[in-house]
């Protein structure tokens, strides 16, 4: 756990019961850089700095495993549908091209 | 430094500052160790099957983005969702990006539905498609064309 970055995970809807198909959206403030870009005033190649895998996690089970190239935009946002089984913790676990890894966890608890 | 010369020399930096950027987009282009085509990313997800057009998956793109850096995808794929058929994964592509891949999603029968949703950088007008790899091995694909007006990838 290198640098603490600012993420965020949501569940739509809100409030949801067992068994409830919700939508999870997680986001993350990360450049995403492509190593092909150039900074503009000092015309220096800005060096490659992306995600590379990004896993859900949901009670210790992995639901959703992904591998992510150079294309997707700053500040990326990931959504799936998840199926709530009981109660427990959502862990997403982000890795970088250099090595960072970060980890961003949220309480499930489904009413009714 | 006189006034004058002051003046002239700024707009020698405006006129540079104005061109540069055409220039570093036209000149050499470095390129990355991750470079894929199209086509061999097809091959390498599929291993030499050809994708099969379907109605089953909806691809829902933006017909003219007007910024690259910024185009929202939604991938949307009708499945039962059960343990024997289920999605396995949905891949992005972008035709023209130098790394067509954009990003592939493994999905597990626990996700209870097949849709996939984020944002990509596309370097100019080109085709995004969405490849989606099903449990009994065939594999589905949705097409469409998005007209960039700004590039993404610099």
Redesign the interface.
């Known amino acids: 756990m290198a640098d603490k970055r600012k993420s965020l995970i949501k569940i739509k809807p809100k409030k949801f019961k067992d068994g409830e ?1 919700v939508k999870v959206s997680f986001m993350v403030m990360h450049p995403m850089a ?5 900074n ?1 005033k000092t ?1 220096e ?1 800005i060096p ?1 700095k992306f995600i590379n895998n990004v896993k859900f996690n ?1 009670n210790g ?14 500040n ?8 709530i ?1 009981g109660k427990g913790k959502l862990t997403v676990t982000y890795t970088d091209n250099t090595g960072e890894v970060n980890e961003k966890s949220k309480k499930i608890k489904p009413k009714g | 430094m006189q006034r004058r010369d002051f003046f002239k020399k700024l707009g020698v930096v405006a006129a540079v500052s104005a061109v540069a950027p055409v220039i570093s987009f036209a000149g050499d282009k470095p390129k990355s160790k991750n470079a894929m085509s199209y086509a061999t990313a097809v091959s390498a997800i599929t291993g030499g099957k050809t994708p099969k057009k379907s109605a089953k998956v909806k691809l829902k793109v933006p017909e003219i983005a007007e910024n690259g850096a910024v185009v929202p995808v939604t991938v949307n794929v009708e499945s039962p969702m059960t343990s024997s058929d289920y999605v396995k994964a949905i891949h992005i592509l972008a035709a023209k990006n130098f790394n067509s891949r954009c990003i592939d999603v493994n999905l597990t029968p626990a996700n209870g539905k097949a849709m996939f949703s984020t944002r990509i950088k596309l370097g100019g007008t080109q085709e995004v498609s969405a490849l989606v790899e099903l449990s009994n091995g065939d594999f589905l694909i949705a097409t469409q064309s998005v007209k960039v007006t700004i590039g993404g990838c610099g």
């Open positions: 198909v492509t190593g092909t870009t150039k503009k015309k190649l490659a949901y089970k992995e639901i959703t495993n992904m591998t992510v190239w150079e294309a997707l935009s700053t990326p946002v990931f959504t799936t549908y998840m199926k089984n």
